[in-house]
């Protein structure tokens, strides 16, 4: 009986949901959220530690931009691809369903465990903030919000706390409806990306 029940045990563990354009949808409103971000404050915090862009060279950008490349690549395709998502428990991943497999092989590997969780918790934490205070800040461009913000970092701090708020306060619908809402934001932001992308590379 065991045997007979063993295949379908592991067919049904391994049934996906079928994957539809609305799901890709709302993967990229929840899943590549914060990667998508990461351009507006990235080339920013490159450019600004060597010296401003009159001092960037071609070395330089190319340096930051292999940085950049196998980054993602290394992280994405051997961390997560390779390593953390055939290390699923019983379906679950994260930093705490990784605990959950290894703690078998000794208690003391819940000091990596906590590490891992305290650095995820930190991650969730400043990622809002920096993403939205640079959106912010990157508004001063235009003259018409300058001239109402100015150099005042009082204003800023202070929409960038209401725009927070907003943004947790509807947490509480649920992913789905999230992703639902900020699917669409984020795939109009990729085109964006791409399109400046390929204008300057025609440049």
Not at 120 to 128: C, E, F, K, V
Not at 153 to 176: N, P, R, Y
Request: charged share 10%; with cysteine; proline share 3%.
């Amino acid at each position: 009986m065991a045997t007979n029940l063993a295949p379908a045990a592991r067919k049904a563990r391994y049934t996906g949901i079928p994957l539809s354009a609305g799901m890709i949808l709302v993967t990229l409103g929840v899943v590549y959220g914060d990667i998508g971000t990461s351009p507006m404050y990235t080339l920013k915090a490159i450019i600004a530690g060597n010296g401003g862009l009159p001092t960037m060279t071609q070395d330089v950008v190319l340096g930051a931009l292999s940085l950049i490349i196998w980054t993602l690549t290394l992280i994405t395709t051997v961390k997560y691809v390779l390593v953390a998502m055939k290390a699923d428990n019983h379906n679950e991943g994260g930093i705490f369903a990784l605990y959950s497999l290894v703690k078998r092989c000794g208690r003391w590997l819940i000091i990596p465990a906590m590490i891992g969780g305290a650095a995820l918790l930190a991650d969730g934490i400043l990622t809002p903030a920096v993403t939205v205070t640079t959106a912010i800040e990157g508004l001063r461009t235009v003259d018409f919000i300058y001239s109402v913000i100015g150099d005042n970092q009082g204003i800023v701090v202070a929409i960038v706390i209401c725009i927070l708020c907003v943004l947790f306060f509807l947490q509480k619908a649920g992913t789905s409806t999230i992703g639902k809402l900020f699917g669409p934001v984020m795939t109009l932001w990729f085109l964006f990306l791409a399109g400046a992308g390929l204008m300057n590379i025609g440049l």
